[in-house]
């Protein structure tokens, strides 16, 4: 079924294509709950979600777990309105739990250059977790400037501005249910 998009302010026009259908999402979201599920079984795992673009993925993926799995939540930047990232990382909104002797797995959207990553790890591993990994739903292997194990991979996709499933430009296409390439000619208006 194709998405109706009579009512939004934007259409189909506006993407060069979709890299990943909601199908393959759920799909995906499914394959790594189940080796997640395994992987901490008995242990006390902390889901932290990194805002904003995570939502989506971190909300689909925690349904696939135990309920007695728990969430937090944190808000990095190193983009602010633009389609590249600055590089430097700034809290806008830290955690609420405590991680000492807590695993902890960091659930994001998307892998571009994995210095907001690779600073985030440091960060949580510093506050005396037991572990710390990393749960992504999209990489961009062309991309990545700094070497990160990242334990679950949703998908590898090209090193274009995409948007959808939580990704957005300008706080706009994050409600879209798939991942699109959005064309350069529409964050070129804005």
Known sequence: ??????????????FTRVVVTDKQIGARLDELAVKIRADYAGKDLLLVGVLKGA?????????????YVQMDWMAVSSYGSGTRSSGVVRILK???ADLT???????EDIIDT??????LLGN??????????????????????VDIDVKYIGFDIPNEFVVGYGLDWAEKYR????????????????
Do not use: C, N
């Open 1 to 14: 079924m194709s998405p109706d998009f009579s009512h939004a302010a934007f259409t189909m026009d506006d």
């Open 55 to 67: 939502v989506m993925v971190m909300a689909d993926l925690a349904r696939r777990l135990p309920p």
């Open 94 to 96: 830290d955690l609420d």
């Open 101 to 107: 002797g807590r695993h902890v797995l960091i659930v």
């Open 114 to 119: 994995g210095v907001t990553l690779s600073w």
């Open 124 to 145: 949580l591993r510093s506050r005396g977790a037991e572990s710390v990994e990393v749960a992504a739903l999209l990489r961009k292997p062309d991309a990545i400037q």
């Open 175 to 190: 409600t879209l249910p798939f991942v699109a390439i959005l064309k350069p000619s529409v964050y070129a208006e804005g």
